[in-house]
């Protein structure tokens, strides 16, 4: 079946350094893909979205960055904070309007090295 | 405006007994999810609600009933708790049908035992 997943379950950086998350998806239907970020014992939270019409788009710190033909997501995290060490989802959809549903991948842990 | 909110944050049941989960939203938001939580596996949905009193099921929805009796309300149940319940549970919700961004509560942790 159709899924969404994550090339690796943590990743580590140095406090300061750009981190970069990737994210694979195997429906060449999905035309919106969302990027959550999970803290322990909290619920996630969106960060930034990405319609299938485009390649970029930046929010403050954060790009997401779409490859439609590999049917790859990214997510980059410049200047990364300790605040940013959490656990971050993908999630994508291929049906609009009222029956809409997300599936997310497993998740991946950033840990931000002081 | 506090969002989506969920009682209660922990439930320790046993095996058999039933509880509600309460999900609410002051965003004036149509539709409605629950979703469970558990190591290595995701978030899965449950059930869902399109509007005030509908309801569909999700990709788990075996063990739960839900209900939308009032818009900013959605309540999971369950009937008869087993230790495969044991899990963090997570309510959300979005604007509409012109928008797929869902916004979540802060889950509720609970176990079976």
């Known amino acids: 079946g159709e899924s969404v997943g994550l090339h690796l379950p943590t990743l580590s950086v140095q406090e300061g350094d750009n981190s970069i998350i990737n994210c694979a998806y195997s429906?060449?239907?999905?035309?919106?893909f969302i990027w959550y970020k999970q803290e322990s014992g909290k619920g996630p939270q969106f960060i930034i979205d990405?319609?299938?019409?485009?390649d970029k788009r930046q929010g403050q710190r954060v790009t997401v960055l779409l490859n439609k033909t590999v049917k790859h997501l990214s997510l980059q995290i410049a200047a990364t904070q300790p605040g940013d060490s959490a656990v971050y989802f993908c999630?994508?959809?291929?049906?609009?309007?009222?029956?809409?549903?997300?599936?997310f991948g497993k998740g991946i842990t950033l840990s931000v090295r002081p | 405006n506090a969002g989506v909110t969920q009682t209660p944050k922990f439930r320790v049941l046993k095996t058999g007994q039933s509880m509600t989960l309460l999900c609410a939203q002051d965003?004036?938001?149509?539709?409605m999810y629950w979703y469970r939580q558990d190591p290595g596996m995701g978030l899965r949905l449950i059930h869902y609600?399109?509007?005030?009193?509908?309801?569909a099921k999700g990709e788990v929805p075996d063990g739960y009933n839900v209900s939308r009796l009032k818009k900013q309300n959605f309540l999971l149940g369950l009937e008869s708790a087993a230790p495969s319940q044991t899990s963090v549970y997570f309510c959300?919700?979005?604007?509409?049908?012109?928008?797929?961004?869902?916004?979540f509560g802060p889950g509720t942790r609970l176990t079976v035992l």
């Open positions: 959300a919700s979005r604007v509409g049908h012109h928008t797929d961004t869902q916004y």
């Open positions: 429906n060449s239907a999905s035309d919106y």
């Open positions: 990405i319609r299938s019409n485009m």
């Open positions: 999630a994508e959809t291929y049906i609009t309007g009222a029956n809409s549903k997300l599936t």
């Open positions: 965003m004036n938001h149509e539709y």
């Open positions: 609600s399109v509007g005030e009193g509908t309801t």
